[in-house]
């Protein structure tokens, strides 16, 4: 997959350039590849912390290229 990002802070007059492409692989692409759980302690208390959200923009529709041998 290859991506690029583009950060910007609140209140900032415009967004910093766009990074250079990246490329990386994964291997589970199917739903029922994955199974999870959230890493947590009860001393951690994340149900009280505040938390940014993180806005994702594209430049263009994401797509992937799949190769099988």
């Known amino acids: 997959m290859h991506c690029a990002g ?38 951690w208390q994340l149900g009280k912390r505040t938390v940014e959200p993180v806005t994702v923009t594209l430049r263009g529709p994401p797509h992937a290229a799949y190769a099988s041998t």
Not at 23 to 31: C, D, H, K, P, R
């Open 6 to 43: 583009q950060l910007w802070a609140p209140g900032a007059a415009r967004a910093a350039d766009w990074s250079a492409p990246a490329v990386f692989e994964t291997g589970l692409t199917e739903a029922k590849d994955w199974s999870a759980d959230w890493i947590t302690h009860k001393d």
